[in-house]
């Protein structure tokens, strides 16, 4: 099974609103991936876990905020988000993040808009 | 940091016709993958190859390491190919700009 999955699919918030992002993986990876895509551009890295433990953080402003759980799942918390991050939200995982293996899987996205 | 450009940036293609996507990175890479995005925005693995040739049906994909290139093939093209083609290099997978295809019937 290579299924990443996500939820929701679609959101739409307030900017002051609080909401959360979901991300599970069953394929035993140990590294786990948040990129944000803006229309008609290619996905950008925003985090990275590694063994439940942040690896990366790609300067991300603090209104985003992850969260790994469990080596299954992974969060990300959204408060005062600002219009111009309405984007695609794709969460990955790969079996490792700095050896051996590093393919990536994706999930279908998020698509989220601020209002 | 690493720079990843594809070309062409847009093709079109009538159905049944070949086509080769290019992507060139700036630095030594031990990960790359081709990817394909629908218009839902599911990004679809095609091909995980730092190195060397590989085939999946209709499609191949080979990556010279040492010169920093890598060529995806597409043969005897179908309408359902179109969507956007990205390669994706590095153990933090920076993206290329892409390569939109359309094919026509």
């Known amino acids: 099974d290579t299924e990443v999955t996500q939820t929701p699919k679609h959101l739409v918030m307030g900017m002051t609103n609080k909401k959360s992002l979901k991300c599970e993986q069953h394929m035993g990876h140990r590294a786990m991936y948040w990129y944000k895509q803006k229309a008609k551009k290619p996905p950008e890295l925003m985090f990275v876990?590694?063994?439940?433990?942040?690896?990366i953080n790609e300067s991300v402003p603090s209104r985003f905020s992850p969260e790994c759980p469990n080596s299954s799942l992974l969060n990300l918390h959204l408060h005062a988000l600002q219009p111009e991050d309405s984007a695609l939200y794709l969460c990955?995982?790969?079996?490792?993040?700095?050896?051996?293996?590093?393919?990536?899987?994706f999930g279908p996205g998020t698509r989220l808009t601020v209002l | 940091g690493i720079q990843v450009e594809q070309s062409p940036p847009d093709l079109i293609l009538q159905e049944g016709a070949n086509s080769t996507l290019r992507c060139n990175f700036s630095d030594s890479v031990n990960n790359l993958q081709w990817f394909h995005q629908n218009p839902w925005g599911q990004l679809i693995n095609l091909f995980y190859i730092p190195s060397g040739t590989k085939q999946n049906g209709r499609l191949s994909a080979t990556t010279v390491a040492t010169e920093r290139y890598s060529l995806l093939y597409i043969s005897s093209s179908q309408t359902t190919d179109s969507g956007v083609y990205f390669c994706?290099?590095?153990?933090?997978?920076?993206f290329g700009t892409g390569t939109r295809l359309l094919v026509s019937p």
């Open positions: 990955a995982s790969s079996p490792s993040l700095w050896t051996g293996d590093n393919e990536q899987f």
């Open positions: 876990y590694s063994y439940e433990k942040l690896s």
């Open positions: 994706a290099v590095g153990q933090k997978l920076v």
